[in-house]
């Protein structure tokens, strides 16, 4: 066997490299924050956020994309929260562990697997046109919904997990109904960890284009969203169209980065708060 | 039944996908659909063939997941094994902030830093190509790699590895010999489900990777993946038409596809439970 110090030095060595790659990581996300900022927040002002497009998109702000992306992606999870509570409950709470239940949750990770841009076309072809609702913030909404289930279902799931069997015990042990156990102990403790897997939902809702690409967002449009059933701009599509087939791509790249750390901020923030919330939510568990 | 509603709407895609595609294999076999060499879809006669669609996938899946798997693997085995618990505090809710960035983020930077730095650097005609887009999907791939294996080590019994240093094994041959060979399952796991991903990501290889429909030559050639094909000409295909069919029916290959990577990585996770 070789010297006790080689071998001390090649863990150190290997150790280092370790590291390294460790943090490249991190470095990686601070040069992607640091170029979209630098370069995004000159062309960041108030009328850049409150104003409509001018010109052909060269001038002007991005306020429809913003109100698009916030219909977007808050549609999305009023489809999927309920739907994704009651599938939580239903496994966790209810279901007896066998066939069926593997089958479900089966289907919920490869639901979780699919392409976005599988979502995209299933989303064209069910809602737009099947079900008559065009390119629409409803149908956009819709198919953005239907990517955030899984997402929504684990987080809800872990959630209820995490609801000690104690909490259970005592509410069926005074009498109450598995039923009401449920809706009023089980649920309510779990809220919590449900809303940061909503929170963690929302923003990748938001910072999604191609779900949205042929079934909600549109190019341009010369006014505010008035109903569900309009077209909408969002911010994610307005950052693909301005930068690769904008009317003057070069010109308006302010723009774009604008844009982009206008998204980031929206998406980024939203995620800290979650791990935020989620930290001091396991802190106040473990007590 | 509202459990069932993932099932259904799983049932859903796939029937779309497939009541959508089918028609366009009466015009073409599906042999020649998915070996046919040449995709012009808008030619007078058009060629549907997704075979360069199909090798763009692939080859940019491939390179980035030789770039991914070391930097997310590595990655994990030092925030689970080596870094003191409040630097892995802080480390692990990194990871997952560079998993939230926004996938048109991510192609923007690679079309407006990354592909000027490239063609720069190796004095070629265009930095929007194969290598471009695998190392942003790579970025995309890492903390998919990075958790799901760190989540792995985590799990491996504490005890194998005091016995391991009890026996006089240094902290880096615990981890080479007894660790992460124990983890090796979960590991597999973490690299499928990275190149499942890679596999399915949109915009960054429809932002970056240049867009050509043919098989490349070598890294700095430019490629069209099937994702970017479906996204880029979805918007021109007039609903009903052939090249609207041909679309839908790479989308079932590209569903097909992760399918089979999930279900494997299902399979995996399953035998390793046991």
Not at chain 1, 32 to 42: D, H, N, P, Q
Not at chain 1, 117 to 126: E, H, N, R, S
Not at chain 2, 201 to 223: H, N, Y
Request: aromatic content about 10%; overall charge positive; charged content about 10%.
């Amino acid at each position: 066997m070789k010297s006790i110090q080689s071998r001390l030095l090649k863990q150190k060595i290997m150790f280092g490299l370790f590291r390294s790659a460790a943090w490249l990581n991190g470095l990686a996300v601070l040069v992607v924050i640091y170029f979209i900022a630098a370069r995004g927040l000159s062309a960041i002002s108030f009328e850049f956020l409150t104003a409509m497009p001018l010109d052909s998109m060269t001038k002007g702000g991005i306020l429809p994309c913003i109100i698009g992306t916030f219909g977007l992606s808050v549609g999305a999870v009023l489809f999927a929260l309920p739907v994704g509570i009651a599938t939580a409950v239903y496994l966790n709470e209810y279901a007896k562990p066998g066939k069926l239940v593997d089958f479900i949750r089966f289907a919920i990770s490869n639901l979780a697997g699919v392409p976005s841009i599988v979502f995209g076309l299933f989303g064209l072809a069910f809602f737009c046109i099947m079900l008559h609702m065009g390119v629409s913030l409803l149908a956009g909404a819709l198919t953005l919904g239907v990517m955030s289930l899984p997402v929504i279902i684990g987080a809800s799931e872990e959630a209820l997990k995490a609801v000690p069997r104690t909490y259970r015990e005592a509410s069926m042990g005074i009498g109450a109904t598995q039923w009401q156990t449920i809706y009023r102990v089980v649920v309510p403790a779990a809220l919590p960890g449900i809303l940061t897997g909503t929170i963690l939902a929302l923003s990748r809702a938001a910072g999604e284009t191609a779900p949205i690409m042929f079934t909600g967002a549109v190019f341009f449009t010369p006014e505010l969203p008035r109903s569900i059933m309009s077209e909408v701009m969002a911010l994610p599509y307005h950052i693909y169209v301005l930068a690769t087939s904008g009317l003057d791509i070069e010109q308006t790249r302010p723009m774009q980065y604008g844009t982009s750390l206008v998204l980031i901020a929206l998406v980024l923030g939203m995620n800290l708060f979650a791990i935020i919330l989620r930290q001091k939510l396991r802190k106040k568990l473990n007590l | 039944m509202t459990a069932f509603v993932s099932v259904t709407i799983l049932g859903l895609i796939m029937i779309f996908l497939i009541k959508e595609g089918l028609p366009i294999f009466s015009h073409v076999s599906v042999k020649e659909f998915i070996f046919g060499k040449f995709w012009y879809p808008t030619d007078d006669p058009p060629a549907y063939g997704i075979f360069p669609l199909i090798v763009g996938t692939f080859s940019v899946t491939l390179l980035s997941t030789v770039i991914s798997v070391p930097l997310g693997v590595m990655s994990a085995i030092y925030i689970a094994e080596i870094a003191r618990e409040r630097l892995a505090a802080i480390a692990k809710p990194m990871v997952e902030l560079l998993a939230s960035i926004p996938s048109v983020v991510v192609g923007f930077f690679g079309m407006v830093v990354v592909s000027p730095f490239l063609q720069d650097t190796f004095d070629i005609p265009s930095g929007l190509n194969l290598f471009n887009a695998a190392l942003m999907l790579a970025f995309m791939a890492v903390p998919t790699i990075c958790s799901v294996t760190e989540d792995a080590l985590r799990s491996v019994p504490k005890s194998l590895r005091e016995g391991s240093l009890a026996l006089g094994a240094t902290h880096l041959e615990t981890i080479a010999r007894i660790t992460v060979p124990a983890a090796v399952s979960g590991i597999s796991t973490a690299v499928i489900l990275g190149m499942s991903r890679a596999v399915g990501e949109t915009m960054v290889v429809l932002m970056v990777a240049g867009g050509a429909a043919m098989s490349p030559s070598s890294i700095f050639d430019p490629v069209r993946p099937m994702p970017a094909s479906i996204a880029a000409e979805m918007g021109e295909a007039p609903f009903g038409a052939e090249h609207y069919n041909a679309l839908f029916a790479t989308g079932v290959v590209l569903f097909l596809f992760t399918l089979v990577f999930n279900v494997c990585a299902a399979r995996i996770a399953r035998r390793y439970k046991r």
